[in-house]
């Protein structure tokens, strides 16, 4: 006479699987309860205070006290200001500026450094230094050699030309320019790094091969290497684009927004018209101008350059 034992293993297995679920549910909202103290911090300091300086943008807050919801006066008061359509002017000119000259020399500069140079690594750590230092202290150190009796232009006295010393930061003509030198000597560094990473993607093999198919320099860098380091272009751009959008530290640092306003910029009359004139509305919808513009630029730009896809 057989008898037959019951499959316990098989049961416990059975029985096994639910508690194996919830633990791994228990897992997921774990994670989910860890992060969540990140979440509420980005969306109260980011998303909510930004909404509600959107809101003051539409009233005539001074920053203490009631106030009135006036719609949008604020917006047609800035665009009907020749002040602050230059504010808007200067602002473009910086960031356009800014973005092609550091993206040209910081990619001048990877290529330079990417490959066969011993002294690259000591090179790069020298080229990328200005980008950790304070901008407020890089900004001093340029005011004193743009000073009037600073290293440039004594240098341009040794030299005979004389004719060409000025106070570089108090000249209307020449201030605006002093500001973008500074942009562009600190942030070259950081697009030399974000192209550097793209380029150490790029196979040596191809571009081996396109030399041994007879391409000279200009054409492989354009038809090999260019093409495979599109998305380092993207992010260097995007970045570079919306940092010189809000350039602030260097404007008040050099010319605090002079001589007669030829270097003020949106950042700059944010602060002024907000803290120290007391237009608290007034400020919120320069910033809120300010905000769209970078998102316009940001967006556009990243529709640029994205990727093709390939038919």
């Not at 232009?153 to 004389?162: D, E, I, T, Y």
């Not at 050099?254 to 009359?269: F, S, V």
């Amino acid at each position: 006479m057989t008898t037959t034992t019951p499959a316990r293993p098989a049961t416990a297995a059975r029985a096994a699987r639910p508690a194996a679920t919830d633990r791994n549910r228990l897992m997921k909202f774990g994670h989910w309860w860890w992060a969540l103290p990140g979440i509420l911090l980005v969306l109260g300091i980011h998303y909510v205070a930004t909404s509600i300086g959107g809101f003051f943008a539409f009233t005539n807050w001074s920053g203490i006290g009631s106030f009135e919801f006036i719609g949008f006066d604020n917006f047609v008061k800035i665009f009907q200001d020749p002040s602050k359509i230059g504010a808007l002017l200067n602002t473009l000119f910086l960031a356009f500026g800014s973005v092609i000259l550091t993206n040209v020399a910081g990619l001048l500069l990877a290529v330079a450094l990417n490959r066969g140079l011993r002294t690259r690594l000591a090179l790069r750590t020298l080229f990328f230094m200005p980008v950790v230092l304070s901008p407020l202290a890089v900004s001093y150190i340029w005011k004193f050699i743009f000073d009037y009796n600073g290293p440039i232009n004594l240098v341009l006295k040794s030299v005979g030309l004389g004719d060409l010393v000025t106070s570089w930061t108090a000249d209307p003509t020449w201030a605006i320019w002093t500001v973008l030198v500074v942009i562009t000597w600190q942030n070259t560094g950081f697009a030399m790094v974000i192209y550097l990473a793209g380029l150490a993607s790029v196979p040596v093999e191809i571009e081996e091969a396109a030399a041994l198919d007879g391409a000279g320099m200009w054409k492989r860098f354009w038809n090999v290497v260019f093409p495979s380091i599109r998305p380092a272009v993207a992010i260097a751009t995007t970045l570079g684009l919306v940092n010189g959008l809000r350039v602030f530290d260097q404007i008040m640092a050099l010319t605090g927004g002079g001589p007669a306003g030829a270097t003020e910029n949106l950042a700059t009359q944010v602060y002024k018209q907000s803290f120290a004139l007391g237009n608290f509305g007034y400020g919120a919808a320069l910033a809120l101008v300010l905000t769209v513009i970078i998102l316009f630029f940001a967006v556009l730009q990243q529709r640029v350059t994205a990727p093709r896809a390939e038919v």
